[in-house]
């Protein structure tokens, strides 16, 4: 069975500093993580992925995320938050041997961005 | 078309009245997904489309939801003798089948039962 955990539910972050947001998965082989971000209001959009091709993975507005397999960890972090981030983001998991294409969201993070 | 388009868009019904909410997902994905989002809350599964088949319809909350898929292509979720807890955005998405494949989402239908 394949899971995701969220550890924080809200991040408050000022303008400018570091975000980081937490996910741990499980996972019975070998997982496709993604991160999705869902503005207020707006639909789901995809951040980044990884695929096995490379552990750190980069994606969209300056965000990367990390994949140790040690750890069964996919944390998503950016070097400088700008308002515009304000959103809630999901940390999805994805195994094609163990589940076909389903795939399974974590409970979210709200981040809060203060000027 | 370019991306998953999802009808209608809104629906408000009464308490007891069934309703249909239609996916309609990017031409050539074979994988197709219904999630629930109530308000404030994270994404809930209720089943996924292989196909014209469900390998996973565990999510489907009662037996007054279900869903099917014709030709592969557009998807529908029926909701019979709607409640109020049943007021939500409804999601679909699609992705093409294999590993490493991102899922693309509609806007989704918020169903508000009065």
């Known amino acids: 069975a394949q899971s995701v955990t969220q550890l924080d539910s809200h991040v408050s972050v000022s303008e400018g500093t570091p975000v980081l947001l937490r996910c741990n998965y499980s996972?019975?082989?070998?997982?496709?993580l993604f991160w999705y971000v869902q503005h207020p209001n707006k639909g789901l959009q995809l951040l980044l992925k990884?695929?096995?091709?490379?552990?750190l993975v980069k994606g969209i507005n300056g965000f990367e995320a990390e994949f140790k397999k040690s750890e069964t960890s996919f944390h998503l972090t950016k070097p400088s938050a700008h308002m515009s981030d304000a959103a809630e983001y999901f940390c999805?998991?994805?195994?094609?041997?163990?589940?076909?294409?389903?795939?399974?969201f974590g409970g979210g993070t709200r981040v809060l961005v203060k000027p | 078309g370019a991306g998953v388009s999802q009808s209608p868009s809104n629906k408000v019904t009464e308490k007891g009245k069934d309703v249909e909410l239609r996916c309609d997902p990017i031409?050539?994905?074979?994988?197709l997904y219904w999630y629930r989002q109530s308000l404030g809350q994270g994404l809930e599964f209720l089943i996924y489309f292989q196909g014209n088949s469900a390998p996973d319809k565990s999510g489907l909350p009662s037996d007054r939801f279900s869903a099917e898929r014709t030709g592969g292509s557009v998807s529908t979720l029926t909701i019979q003798r709607t409640q109020q807890e049943d007021s939500a955005v409804y999601l679909c998405a699609s992705s093409s089948y294999g590993g490493h494949t991102e899922a693309f989402f509609g806007q989704g239908t918020r169903l508000t039962v009065v």
């Open positions: 996972s019975s082989y070998s997982p496709s």
């Open positions: 990884y695929t096995s091709a490379a552990t």
């Open positions: 031409s050539g994905h074979t994988a």
């Open positions: 999805v998991v994805s195994d094609l041997e163990a589940a076909g294409n389903k795939l399974t």
